[in-house]
């Protein structure tokens, strides 16, 4: 059979829909002309009154449903009449024999608003209701014909739900010999909470930044009784029983070979020297992304931003680390007598040059470093089978004329003494100038990141806590925090439910031995885990 051109099917369907048109007009021009007729008989009263109203107010119904038709049709005779006239490239393709393969017609149930893609949530529970019409004198259900079913959504939220489960213990004796049942584990000793309720603890007061007074008002509007000490002993103990997994991520973390290293502080209420009160003071968190891994480990040494925590942290490390510009950062990456290549945040230099608002060689230098991410965005490893010796490759390309342009430039502002030596913009140049070395070396390789952008996202679940909560009542509360923000924001860059995980390994946890070694619960570290229980 030969096919008929999009044009052309178009011209055919056009001209049905005005034929309809003038059908439907002759039909509702006979209809409005029998209502007419019947209201001049109603008039001279001939017939029966109660049959001729019947008859108008049938009539009348069946030219409402004519003149809607009508309106309907002429929408589609509109757009028919709109797509001839404004011929698509695909339209204009068939016309001149160049016809592209016919893409697989898309559900338009897929598609929302502004012709978005639906979330069409496959994932979730869902229970399925058949609705009938209603039960009506006039209208016999079981004499009827089904035509069609239309589905229609409605999602429902359900609250909190708390279960108490109770374990009627059996014991038998026999011979001598009593047994009994197994009771479920539970992750702390002598406790009757489940991991399934500290894992819910945990994730609203680590992941979702609430205040352990909040949750427990949560609790108790949803039924559940407890007070904020209870629910703080459940976090507190439940983290003392995950430090052997913390330091198997220590460990586990400093086997990457490219590190995103960053710190922010967190308030902290601490005694008061000489004195019974206590102040609050700043206490600084650093943070260690395992890149390749895809883990993130939080720590904390009595709050101290000295450099010597990094040193420590990093001593025997071999490989990238890459942060912004603070002095034990660089002092690490310019020490000769290890094997750490530190490169620089493009970002946080760019800030710098963003503070001198207004300042003309300041919006220059932003644009230089704006060609840096216009070029990287050209292409992503992974997409289009890009690899990283193309990307390497192609930053070999494009980086140095741009690298070279920005030392120029740089050299020139250095130069200017017609701007404030210590205003913004030779701030910014200064500490670009600082970092130019190290810049060159986020190019020699296809996978370095411009930014440290990755770590400081993450940096934002302690900013949140910050707000919420306002303080860590002591050192060790602080430890504890970096303990279970290091495991949920690791759930979190794995992508899995930091909920299953922790109620999952609070319970297996118990499987390990009391003594044994750190590297027993690499099984349990969010990336192991999600190997073994997401499909």
């Known amino acids: 059979m030969k096919q008929i051109g999009t044009t052309a099917l178009l011209r055919e369907q056009l001209r049905v829909a005005n034929a309809t048109i003038e059908q439907l007009n002759l039909t509702i021009r006979d209809l409005r002309q029998t209502v007419e007729d019947l209201r001049k008989r109603l008039q001279e009263k001939d017939g029966k009154l109660e049959e001729v109203l019947e008859s108008v107010k049938t009539l009348e119904s069946a030219l409402c449903i ?8 002429k929408k589609v005779n509109k757009g028919l009449s709109h797509l001839i006239g404004n011929k698509s490239e695909k339209i204009k393709a068939e016309e001149t024999g160049k016809v592209q393969p016919e893409k697989a017609k898309e559900d338009p149930k897929l598609r929302g608003n502004n012709n978005a893609r639906r979330n069409m949530r496959t994932q979730m529970e869902v229970v399925e209701h058949d609705v009938y019409p209603d039960d009506d004198t006039d209208f016999d259900l079981s004499k009827a014909r089904e035509i069609r079913v239309r589905d229609s959504i409605r999602y429902e939220f359900v609250p909190a739900k708390f ?6 213990l059996h014991y038998y004796e026999k011979d001598g010999k009593i ?25 609203l007061r680590y992941l979702y930044s609430m205040s352990v007074e909040r949750i427990t008002a949560y609790f108790n509007a949803h039924g559940f009784e407890i007070t904020k000490a209870t629910a703080n002993g459940l976090l507190v103990k439940s983290a003392g029983t995950l430090e052997k997994l913390h330091e198997c991520l220590r460990h586990t973390v400093l086997t990457d070979s490219y590190l995103g290293l960053d710190e922010t502080y967190m308030k902290v209420m601490l005694p008061e020297a000489g004195k019974s009160g206590k102040h609050i003071r700043k206490g600084y968190i650093w943070t260690a992304i395992a890149r390749t891994l895809g883990l993130v480990y939080y720590f904390y040494e009595d709050g101290t931003r000295s450099g010597d925590v990094i040193e420590k942290m990093l001593k025997g490390y071999s490989g990238t680390i890459q942060s912004d510009g603070y002095k034990p950062y660089r002092i690490i990456g310019k020490d000769c007598t290890n094997n750490i290549l530190r490169i620089p945040c493009l970002q946080h230099i760019k800030r710098k040059f963003l503070d001198a608002e207004g300042e003309a060689d300041a919006d220059l230098m932003t644009g230089i470093i704006n060609e840096f991410y216009s070029n990287e965005h050209r292409h992503k490893i992974g997409e289009d089978g ?24 740089l050299k020139r502002i250095l130069r200017r003494t017609d701007v404030d030596p210590d205003g913004f913009l030779i701030h910014a140049a200064k500490y670009m100038n600082n970092e130019m070395d190290a810049i060159w070396d986020i190019f020699s390789n296809g ?11 993450y940096n934002r679940y302690i900013s949140l806590s910050r707000r919420n909560s306002l303080f860590f009542g002591s050192h060790v509360g602080a430890e504890r925090g970096a303990i279970l923000y290091s495991l949920a924001c690791s759930c979190r860059m794995q992508g899995i439910n930091f909920f299953n995980y922790i109620s999952d390994v609070l319970n297996k946890r118990l499987t390990i031995p009391d003594g044994a070694d750190w590297k027993a619960y690499r099984n349990l570290l969010p990336d192991a885990w999600k190997a073994q229980n997401v499909p």
Not at 66 to 73: F, H, I, V
Request: proline fraction near 5%; hydrophobic fraction near 30%.
């Open 447 to 457: 996978t370095y990141e411009l930014d440290n952008n990755l770590v400081e996202r």
């Open 386 to 409: 890009w690899t990283e010796e193309e990307n390497l490759r192609w930053r070999q390309k494009y980086a140095p004329p741009i690298l070279r342009k920005a030392q120029q430039e």
């Open 179 to 203: 047994v009994s049942g197994s009771l479920p584990m539970a992750p702390l000793q002598n406790s009757s909470f489940d991991g399934s309720f500290i894992a819910g603890i945990m994730e």
């Open 66 to 73: 004519g003149e809607e038709e009508l309106k309907k049709q």
């Open 163 to 168: 279960l108490k489960h109770v374990y009627h």
